[in-house]
DNA sequence: TCCAAGTATGAAACCGTTTACATTGCGAGC
DNA sequence: GCTCGCAATGTAAACGGTTTCATACTTGGA
């Protein structure tokens, strides 16, 4: 493996000439940085990272940490990371799944010296105190965060609003015993839903009823096994609110395997808005949230503060998640559950995918 | 941001006590290791990573490149990777979305000199140059390579015969005229799928027609348009193999937009066997394999490169490609398309996620 | 009493870059 | 013919660690 010394040596000039030309600094003569460049591709040379990070202080490269990898969502933030990212020439150090504090704290301190930022998204309590130590070190940009942290940049959904609503059309249609399947315990999307859901049922001057609350895990399964609890529950529920769309498939298949209609019987409501959605039978009718746009607004928001520099304030930013009516919800069917607009020949209505 | 020289000045030893102490050598006086930790932590002092793998030339880092980063398929991928690799205590570099040669040249670049070895699973020809070049440097692991280079170690997943298996599981069905939605041009995997789709037809002594070959691209969207037309076709298909169970979903709801039942009118077969699968309507008959635990080979085959250094051979792994029978082809259904073992309250058929 | 072996620590070289500063050579202006 | 300024290049000091080798101090056995 050739060093920049080996390069200058077989080509004659010093190491200094050899940095100028591959840093494009315009003081080397054109046939001396020409002859440069031939020996370096001969040598198979490439400057060392971790050198290059050593003088330089800097990486070029965005550290990302995520609570969690399963589902389509998250996968879809790191795709408008990583898009995003390519965009300015940054590279991404990733890091999920870490089950409490303590993993959180290990994986920060592991990507200390090796980022110029990082894009965080942190559920939970226990990982503030991480935030707060790499934030004296680099810039952080949050994602969904429970609470805001002093000089740290976010993006976040308007998970609120958005259950909200959702929960709010379907008391608009007329229902009033309402369910709604909850995500995992101590994310605060799955917080934020659920405390959209309450409101909405106060808005309307309705009752929250506890026994109608069930616990989930954002995973299909548990979606199938909130729809058996469901439908013991009375007064058995008109209309259930599943806090994201993995769960709510597994919800229409456990009604379909008891026998029950969407919309007909029960209408269903999801959040999400993933790829299959509007797929499903009957077309789901979700809550559009732009993973993929989070995860791209994050990385601008961070070029932002790494420009800056210390002084760089701190931005907040919300995305909309905005009720997309399909067929589950009753809306926009006579109750049959199949998909109208598509029995044309046209493809079902989607969101637009970026 | 204090260095090791701060905490050595304040601790009143010299800097190589203090690197002694965080790299665990035992031969340092419990009472300065004590002293030594103590200022450390009030100096908030960690050890500079690009510094550490500058002179230790490890950077406790893998490289990842995939093609792509669209659908559940690769973020289980990615999550197997990384959570094998935590175990290792290594972090990942993450590269995606790469559309020719060139970008991934570029991209491995970029990574020369920050990883320990690369994961690349390489669709396509473009991608090799890249793979010798990093190759030369650090171990590479490759994930359902079209071409087996020498040298790397690779795992794969049994496309050619998984999809096989599920063609002549049709045709043991009875079907004669079938028909396949393919994955994207220049896809290994895709291509290995359509390989192993006409292979099931000649070993029952059918012509592969060429009319029942269907373009796609892996996303829902195009299963939707392969299904409006196939329903043109003549003569008419009984059965479709779709690439991925992404498009079967898109399949799915186009054939039930146009009135026909599955299984009962067309049977459906698709591969991956993603979370969702279990439950659609019917629940889908498809190929199971573990992204995951593909990801996770590859780091258990990379820990073993690393180990083996440039006397690494060259281990070649096939992750088994299951038919995992449900509803969608008619077999274990009257062609209701209802979810039989569900309707007597269990959870539907689905393969273990690990 | 002396030496060998061991333990704890320090000094300094090195890893591969970037960059501030020094040096050289040369043409122009006086 | 000098000096000045500039272009082109070289020298050497960082950057923040690890590690080899040397050194000082104990300790124990002959």
Known sequence: MSTIRDVARVAGVSIATVSRVFNNHTLVNPETAGRVLEVASQLEYWPNGAAQSLTTRRTHTLGVMLPELFGEFYSEVIRGIDRQSRLHE??????????????????????????????MMAPDEA????????????????????????????????????????????????????????????????????????????????NPDEAMVLPGDFRESTGYEAGAAILCRRPRPT??????????????????????????????????????????????????????????????????????????????????????????????SAGSGFLEEAAGGAEPARRGRK
């Open 90 to 119: 940054y590279q991404i150090l990733l890091s999920s799944s870490h089950s409490n504090g303590e993993e959180v704290l290990i994986a920060g301190r592991a990507m200390l010296g090796r980022i110029d930022g990082l894009i």
């Open 239 to 332: 209309a259930v609110f599943a806090a994201n769309d993995g769960m709510a498939v597994g919800l229409l298949a456990a009604l379909r395997a008891a026998g029950r209609r969407v919309p007909r019987d029960i209408a269903v409501v999801g959040f999400d808005d993933i790829a299959i959605s509007a797929y499903l039978n009957p077309p789901l009718t979700t809550v559009s949230v732009d993973a993929c746009g989070l995860g791209q607004r994050a990385v601008d928001l961070m070029m932002g503060a790494m420009e800056a520099g210390a002084a760089g304030g701190s931005l907040r930013q919300l995305l909309p998640a905005l009720l997309t009516v399909r067929a589950s919800c009753g809306a926009d």
């Open 127 to 206: 990982s503030i105190e991480t935030v707060e130590r790499v934030r004296r070190r680099v810039p952080v940009v949050l994602l969904n965060p429970r609470i805001e942290v002093e000089g740290c940049c976010s993006v976040a959904f308007e998970n609120f609003s958005g259950a909200r609503a959702a929960v709010a059309h379907l008391i608009g249609l007329g229902h009033r015993d309402i369910a709604m399947i909850c995500g995992p315990e101590g994310n605060v999307d799955a917080e934020e839903r659920l405390r959209g859901f309450r409101r909405a049922l106060t808005d309307a001057g309705l």
